[in-house]
């Protein structure tokens, strides 16, 4: 079975400054893919960034970039230029390949960027 | 297009009942999928639904049943309902063509079990 641990609970930043949230997991597949969702307070759950594991190249969106260290099991999320509208709780959640749609998440990283 | 969409948002029951909840997906999503997510255990998988059928399950106890129509909307039922069922209750659809079968969730169905 796969585990996917969060290790900060809760994590604050300033505006305008870049902060990093931590994933890690545990899995024996090699065919898999990796996702870190936004949950704003009262607000439906989106997705943030993603990214395949036989992909050696870090995924990045916008403000949004990732550190996947696959020997590691480690995949992080940095936000640059942090805002307000960051403020949210982070679920990193992993998928195996093929017709799979189980996702296992974390328990999550409640992020506060203040003013 | 519309996003995923679930009835009720909000549902109040007491021990013993049980309730069904509603999911639509994203027009042209056929994968729809059932999480269950509570402050202590964070976000848990209950099933996944494809083309009618169940595809996946997660570790709940028979009480907690699903369901899809052919036009792709699914319910989740909860029977004798218990204390510790009080949950936000999260459905998601996807693609199916899509290679990472990327999920979009709904807003939720928070349930409080008195």
């Known amino acids: 079975a796969q585990t996917v641990t969060q290790s900060q609970p809760e994590m604050s930043v300033q505006e305008a400054e870049t902060v990093t949230l931590s994933c890690t997991y545990d899995t024996s597949e090699n065919n898999y893919y990796l996702f870190w969702y936004k949950q704003p307070p009262s607000r439906q759950m989106i997705l943030v960034i993603r990214q395949e594991a036989y992909k050696q190249q870090n995924a990045t969106e916008n403000r949004f970039s990732v550190n996947f260290q696959k020997a590691a099991k480690s995949f992080s999320l940095k936000i640059s230029d942090s805002q307000l509208g960051d403020t949210a709780m982070y679920f990193c959640a992993f998928k195996r390949g093929g017709s799979n749609y189980k996702l296992t998440f974390g328990k999550g990283t409640l992020l506060t960027v203040n003013p | 297009k519309a996003g995923v969409t679930q009835t009720p948002r909000y549902l109040i029951k007491t021990r013993g009942q049980q309730v069904t909840l509603s999911c639509s997906p994203i027009?042209?999503?056929?994968?729809v999928s059932w999480y269950q997510q509570t402050p202590g255990q964070g976000l848990q998988f209950l099933f996944e639904y494809f083309s009618e059928t169940q595809r996946n399950k997660g570790n709940f106890p028979g009480r907690f049943s699903g369901r899809q129509f052919s036009n792709s909307r699914s319910e989740m039922n909860v029977s004798t309902l218990e204390l510790g069922d009080s949950a936000l209750y999260l459905c998601?659809?996807?693609?199916?063509?899509?290679?990472?079968?990327?999920?979009?969730f709904g807003p939720g169905t928070r349930l409080t079990v008195l």
């Open positions: 027009s042209g999503h056929r994968s």
């Open positions: 998601a659809s996807s693609l199916v063509s899509d290679q990472y079968n990327e999920q979009f």
